[in-house]
């Protein structure tokens, strides 16, 4: 093969994979501020952390809760998106009642619903 038809292929490929990250992250972004919201409250359940490499090493974050109507939800942790609430990767207890704002993304990407907020009620401190 030719040295400059194998650079242009690989340009091209970078930039394509480059063009699509971005646009999963803006449509994500705009659905955040303008899609409709669904709210629900439960108990936080547990962490689940899943290898996820395609190539390379990436472990991803997801959290469970159970809402008070029985429903079974899912969270990917997704830090870009999730600053603002980044203690709720460890910080969370299971049993712990929290309300969850979320929406269901049209890029599947990040899961099948996605965290937009979050309330959590404190945990009494115990002391002995």
């Known amino acids: 093969m030719d040295k400059k038809f194998v650079g242009i292929v690989l340009i091209v490929m970078i930039v394509g994979i480059g063009t699509w990250k971005f646009i999963t992250y803006q449509v994500t972004k705009y659905q955040l501020n303008n899609a409709e919201t669904k709210h629900e409250c439960g108990y936080f359940e547990r962490y689940e952390v ?54 269901f993304p049209f890029l599947k990407e990040d899961g099948e619903t996605f965290l937009k907020a979050i309330q959590v009620e404190k945990m009494p401190i115990k002391l002995q």
Request: hydrophobic residues 30%; positive net charge; contains cysteine.
């Open 50 to 103: 899943r290898d996820e490499s395609k190539g390379h090493i990436k472990f991803t974050t997801y959290i469970h809760m159970k809402t008070y109507s029985n429903k079974n939800l899912e969270f990917m942790f997704h830090g870009r998106f999730h600053k603002k609430i980044s203690y709720i990767e460890t910080d969370l207890k299971p049993g712990q009642k929290l309300c969850v704002d979320y929406i």
